[in-house]
């Protein structure tokens, strides 16, 4: 087990969602010489087994690295969620509501229990709105009075994804949301017309 000493300083409470985004700023914080504690927290991913899956890699990742990760008490409310949308179910629009419904009570939580900073596992994932997130982040750093700490994982994308198969975590087709299935499904499906229309053209071309 790596030992490290723990200061006031350098706690930070980490947000995460699943085991493979939270791999590589884990191992960053940590270089930096940050005693990292994760915090599983997403109301909004669907469906229930798809939550478990991500809630078990998340404790698969927390075991491997050997990091602490708390839960939350209560997690899946996407039904609620997509109400109080109001019909902003536009991706990206949708998103900033999204991550304020994490990183409000990540804060808190991160408050509760005494650290002086908190930062998240959105930050490396290259298919988020990282400028929205910062947003978001800041402004609830702002109300709650937890700092913030930003830092851009996003160049450790494939070093995380080649990790993540390495220790074999369970890795998610969808971003969480119902919305964010539909449109996985709807991409997938298009990928595999397009498939098929290159094989018959190229199948045409010899013929
Ligand atoms: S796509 Fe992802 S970030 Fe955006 S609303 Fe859905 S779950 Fe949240």
């Known amino acids: 087990m790596t030992e490290y000493m723990e200061t006031k300083e350098n706690r930070v409470f980490l947000h995460i969602c699943c085991g493979p985004c939270s791999l590589m700023p884990v191992v ?23 939550y478990g899956l991500r809630r078990d890699s998340a404790q698969l990742a927390a075991e ?27 991706e990206g629009e949708r998103c900033v509501s999204c991550y304020r419904q994490r990183l409000l009570p990540v804060a808190l939580e991160a408050k509760r229990r005494g650290f002086d900073f908190f930062t998240t596992s959105l930050l490396y994932s290259r298919y988020q709105h990282h400028e929205a997130i910062c947003q978001v982040a800041e402004q609830v750093a702002r109300e709650t009075g937890v700092s913030f700490l930003y830092r851009d994982f996003r160049p450790y994308w494939y070093e995380g994804i080649n990790l993540s198969k390495e220790l074999g975590l369970y890795r998610q087709k969808w971003c969480g949301c119902l919305l964010s299935r539909k449109e996985a499904e709807i991409q997938r499906a298009e990928r595999a017309e397009l498939k098929r229309r290159k094989a018959l053209a190229r199948m045409a071309s010899v013929a």
Request: aromatic share 14%; net charge negative; hydrophobic share 40%.
């Open 64 to 90: 491997k690295l050997d990091y602490p990760l708390v839960f939350a008490g209560d997690a899946l409310k996407p039904a609620q969620w997509i109400r109080e949308l109001n019909g902003v179910t536009q």
């Open 28 to 50: 960053h914080l940590r270089k930096e010489g940050f005693n990292v504690t994760a915090f599983f927290f997403n109301p909004n991913i669907h469906p229930e087994e798809e």
